[in-house]
């Protein structure tokens, strides 16, 4: 869990690409309490508790490729967007060139060697998020499904330092992250059974009550991906798919 400003390495903000972008406001205001501030002729930031924890915006743009699906995209906090560039191609990644964003930071999307994207910041006066992880609604966990779980910790280890975690837990193996001694994410296997499911990065946001969080999905239009399940000594999560297409988790921690 974490408060405060983010630390070089971790999480420090999400960005939501989303067609239907004023239905979706709607949505995950009344699932997850957002409240928004307009970006005036690009979107919206999106607040827990009155504190900034990303941004929303409409998949359907001028700026965006087509093609692109509806996702929430991972923002990981380094000293140098363009060192982090130059290490994530070095480990076997991909880079597209870093830019500016105003005189928030600067910013590159980057590629794992098994292709999930995430994108670094560079904070000038744009520092990412210091919200409160513990509230609901609020982004408190990030978790990576890869085809080559040894390759993509070699690879995050020597890109931010992250020391790789084995859990002894049943099923598929899990991976934790570590960034110093804060644990920031983790990693499973994309197994046959999961399907034709690509490498990538996924987003887990706080609930006080993961069940009446499933049903209130339903009732709104969304469909529940992931029955709501027990992870002992964690919480209690499931996968929801918005009515506009977008994956994420919902957790209820217990500790």
């Known amino acids: 869990m ?7 390495g971790e999480f420090c903000w999400i960005n939501m690409l989303t067609p239907q972008p004023e239905q979706a406001r709607a949505f995950f205001g009344k699932l997850l309490g957002w409240t928004y501030v307009e970006i005036p002729g690009l979107g919206h930031r999106v607040q827990v508790g009155g504190r900034d924890i990303g941004g929303l915006f409409d998949l359907d ?18 000293e140098s967007a363009d060192a982090a560039c130059a290490k994530v191609t070095s480990l076997g990644g991909k880079a597209k060139p870093a830019f500016d964003i105003m005189d928030q930071g600067r ?6 060697p098994n292709g999930a994207e995430f994108d670094v910041w560079e904070p000038k ?5 210091d919200a409160d992880s513990t509230q ?26 992250w020391t790789p975690e084995k859990m002894p837990m049943p099923g598929p193996q899990y991976t934790t992250f570590k960034h110093g ?19 990538h990065w996924g987003t887990y946001f706080t609930v006080q009550d993961a069940d009446e969080t499933a049903r209130e999905a339903v009732k709104l239009g969304a469909k529940l991906c992931v029955p709501a399940q027990d992870v002992p000594g964690i919480g209690r999560f499931c996968g929801i798919t918005s009515p506009q297409g977008v994956n994420f988790h919902v957790i209820q921690y217990t500790r």
């Not at 974490?2 to 070089?8: C, I, Q, V």
């Not at 743009?61 to 380094?78: D, F, H, Q, R």
């Not at 609020?138 to 330092?161: C, H, I, N, Q």
């Open 125 to 129: 006066k744009g520092h990412g998020t």
């Open 107 to 112: 910013m590159a999307v980057c590629f794992d």
């Open 61 to 78: 743009g001028p700026n965006t490729p087509k093609g692109t699906p509806a996702y929430i995209g991972v923002m990981v906090k380094v």
């Open 181 to 199: 001694t804060a644990y920031v994410a983790g990693m499973m296997q994309i197994t046959p059974q999961m399907g034709k499911v690509p490498p």
């Open 2 to 8: 974490t408060m405060g400003t983010r630390k070089t």
């Open 136 to 161: 609901h609604g609020a982004p408190s966990w990030f978790e990576t499904m890869t085809t080559d779980v040894d390759r993509a910790a070699e690879f995050y280890s020597g890109l931010f330092g």
